[in-house]
């Protein structure tokens, strides 16, 4: 059974910190395509991250670069999710998500992921 799971969430004044955590099982982690996506209240889910885990290749939405950085630990099948200078519009909830094929780059974050976790919520309040 494929499993992403994530933690790390919460309440965070503006300008604080927050690491986002997923675990990973239950698929094929060394070589895939793995990233987070956010929802925000009445707003579409969007790409935040993601890191292609086969040829090391990262892509982050331009809201964020500079201020997130993602990082992977394949032994530990673990994706993490640094979230430094944070700003209201960062809240929303969280999702880790995964492609269940290996070596297919960033594509899987444009065009879709296969796995979904059940989200963290993130508050950052002005």
């Known amino acids: 059974e494929v499993q992403l799971v994530e933690s790390g969430g919460g309440l965070v004044q503006a300008g604080g910190s927050l690491r986002l955590s997923c675990a990973a099982s239950?698929?094929?982690?060394?070589?895939?395509?793995i990233g987070w996506f956010r929802q925000a209240p009445g707003k579409e889910r969007e790409g935040v991250s993601c890191?292609?885990?086969?040829?090391?290749?990262?892509y982050y939405a331009d809201s964020v670069k500079g201020r997130f950085t993602i990082s992977s630990d394949n032994a530990k099948k673990m994706v993490y999710l640094q979230m430094n200078s944070l700003k209201s519009e960062d809240t929303a909830v969280y999702y880790c998500?995964?492609?269940?094929?290996?070596?297919?780059?960033?594509?899987?974050?444009?065009?879709?992921?296969?796995?979904w976790g059940k989200g963290t919520l993130v508050n950052v309040s002005s």
């Open positions: 998500a995964a492609d269940r094929y290996t070596d297919s780059g960033l594509r899987p974050c444009y065009y879709g992921m296969d796995y």
């Open positions: 239950g698929f094929s982690f060394g070589g895939s395509t």
């Open positions: 890191i292609s885990s086969g040829d090391g290749r990262i």
